[in-house]
């Protein structure tokens, strides 16, 4: 009697050990499911309203707070990056010129959100890089799970309306900024080199 009752309990253990890796299986991280969501819908053409557009950002430097909102009329290039992100320092120098170009054709600018960075270390990887464009902290990392943004560097280009047009889940070139500038509707040849 004994010898039938193990394969039994083991069938039972097995099913038992099934069910709850299904289980966890079909947990995901809301913010994955958020950033596949995001990501298909612009990937198929659909512009999406920007997450978070009315929460208040705190500057990483002295300045005002802002709302993502409160720059509606421009073309805007969120990008967020840490200090300690080596792919954020490689991409840096490019993100200045294309802010340098936005700003001088009164078409746009570039927006940096910090993601899991002291104040301090923002500052100088500001002034290391000679970053002109306004950069904010996200404590508790709040806007960038609304975007699902976990791997830095991640960028979003938005239109004049506030909408994703574009996503870089990466270090962007200059072939992507120009490719997601037009889509936002910056046209071609508005930013001069």
């Excluded at 890796?21 to 298909?40: F, I, K, N, T, V």
């Excluded at 557009?53 to 990483?60: C, I, N, Q, Y």
Aim: proline share 7%; net charge positive; charged share 25%.
């Amino acid at each position: 009697m004994r010898r039938s009752a193990v394969p039994l309990l083991l069938g039972s253990l097995a099913l038992v050990l099934v069910a709850v890796l299904a289980y966890a299986l079909s947990r995901s991280d809301p913010g994955e499911s958020r950033q596949r969501s995001l990501d298909a819908k612009v990937e198929a053409g659909q512009p999406v309203p920007a997450p978070g557009s009315d929460r208040t950002l705190l500057p990483v430097t002295e300045g005002v707070r802002k709302r993502l909102a409160d720059y509606r009329g421009q073309v805007v290039v969120l990008n967020f990056w840490g200090s300690w992100c080596d792919p954020c320092k490689k991409e840096a120098p490019l993100l200045e010129r294309y802010h340098q170009r936005l700003t001088k054709a009164k078409v746009g600018t570039v927006l940096g959100v910090t993601y899991k960075d002291t104040p301090e270390d923002s500052r100088e990887f500001e002034r290391e890089y000679g970053l002109t464009y306004p950069s904010f902290r996200d404590p508790g990392s709040d806007l960038a799970q609304e975007y699902g943004a976990a791997a830095m560097p991640e960028t979003f280009i938005l239109d004049r309306e506030g909408r994703i047009h574009a996503i870089a889940r990466t270090a962007v070139n200059q072939e992507f900024m120009d490719s997601a500038l037009e889509r936002a509707g910056v046209p071609k040849g508005t930013l001069a080199r």
